[in-house]
């Protein structure tokens, strides 16, 4: 593992790269709408199979569905949560997601800083 100290100010800032074989994982996701997405995020944080979820604010999508140009408003999510159980969480998701063939993308996390990996470790362990 590569550890890296930032000194940034008067703070210094560990940050880990290389961990664990990508310990942790963005699942990228679109809802149609913020409360679709706020239902299965809350979910996911109360079943500990994510650490935070990241619901963006409302963008356009522009894609082809059964033969037919569609352009509409989505929330992109950002599902913060260990590879382990990456699955697990897209299994909890997806009966909450409203779209027929919703995105559930899986997007490695490379590196970051120690207490906040720590935090979210601490965060996804399940009893």
């Given at each position: 593992?590569?550890?890296?100290?930032?000194?940034?100010?008067?703070?210094?800032?560990?940050?880990?790269?290389?961990?664990?074989?990508?310990?942790?994982?963005?699942?990228?996701?679109?809802?149609?709408?913020?409360?679709?997405?706020?239902?299965?995020?809350?979910?996911?944080?109360?079943?500990?199979?994510?650490?935070?979820?990241?619901?963006?604010?409302?963008?356009?999508?522009?894609?082809?569905?059964?033969?037919?140009?569609?352009?509409?408003?989505?929330v992109a999510v950002?599902?913060?949560?260990?590879?382990?159980?990456?699955?697990?969480?897209?299994?909890?998701?997806?009966?909450?997601?409203?779209?027929?063939?919703?995105?559930?993308?899986?997007?490695?996390?490379?590196?970051?800083?120690?207490?906040?990996?720590?935090?979210?470790?601490?965060?996804?362990?399940?009893?």
């Amino acid at each position: 593992m590569l550890r890296a100290v930032l000194l940034c100010g008067r703070q210094a800032l560990v940050f880990d790269a290389g961990m664990r074989d990508s310990e942790f994982v963005f699942i990228y996701s679109t809802f149609p709408d913020q409360d679709s997405a706020l239902r299965a995020a809350q979910v996911l944080i109360e079943k500990k199979l994510a650490a935070c979820v990241n619901i963006h604010a409302p963008m356009i999508s522009v894609y082809e569905w059964q033969g037919k140009i569609e352009t509409g408003p989505e929330v992109a999510v950002f599902i913060k949560t260990r590879r382990g159980l990456a699955d697990a969480a897209i299994a909890a998701a997806r009966p909450l997601h409203p779209y027929t063939v919703p995105a559930f993308l899986l997007l490695p996390i490379e590196g970051g800083n120690s207490d906040y990996l720590e935090w979210a470790r601490a965060q996804t362990i399940r009893e």
